[in-house]
C-alpha cells in the first residue's frame, strides 16, 4: 500500500493541527487506484476537543453525510480518519485502535495520525466478514 496526500489536503491537515492546542480529528476523501491511495480532501467536524482526545459531535457528522447523498457524491470515498496527536509522538494508541475497530462495518479505513511538528504515521485496515467466505 502506498499513501500520497495531494498539497491541497496536506496544507489542510496541517493548518487544522496547527490551529488548535490539543488534539482535532476528521475524516478524509481518498482515490483508490490499485495500491495507491491518494488523500484528496479532509474536513473536520463540530467536536470537543483535549489535550488527549477528540469527540465528534453527531448531528455535525449526520450533516456531512446527508450533503454528500444529496450532492450524490460516493459515501465510501470519504475512507480516511485522521487525527493529531498534537505535540505527542505520532502512534496508534489504545484509543485509536478502539476507534478504528468502530469502523469494522466498512470495506476498509485508512487511519492518520499526524502532529504539530508535521510527523505523520498511516494504517490500513480490511475486514472480511465470514458470510463472504460461507460456502453454503
Do not use: P
Not at 496526500?5 to 496544507?11: G, Q
Not at 450533516?63 to 505527542?88: P, T
Not at 494508541?93 to 470495506?107: A, F, Q, Y
Amino acid at each position: 500500500m502506498r499513501l500520497i496526500i495531494n498539497k491541497n489536503a496536506k496544507r489542510k491537515l496541517w493548518y487544522f493541527a496547527r490551529g488548535v492546542v490539543g488534539e482535532i480529528s476528521g475524516m478524509g476523501k481518498l482515490k483508490r487506484d490499485g495500491d495507491v491511495f491518494t488523500l484528496l480532501d479532509v474536513v473536520i467536524f463540530h467536536q470537543q476537543c483535549t489535550g488527549a482526545t477528540t469527540t465528534l459531535d453527531d448531528t455535525s457528522q449526520a450533516g456531512f453525510i446527508n450533503d454528500l447523498m444529496k450532492s450524490g457524491e460516493d459515501l465510501k470515498s470519504w475512507g480516511c480518519w485522521w487525527h493529531s496527536h498534537a505535540d505527542m509522538d505520532t502512534f496508534f494508541s489504545s484509543t485509536d485502535t478502539g476507534t478504528i475497530d468502530e469502523h469494522s462495518g466498512e470495506k476498509y479505513l485508512l487511519a492518520l495520525v499526524i502532529n504539530k511538528k508535521g510527523e505523520a504515521e498511516a494504517r490500513f485496515d480490511t475486514w472480511v466478514y465470514s458470510d463472504i467466505l460461507d460456502n453454503k
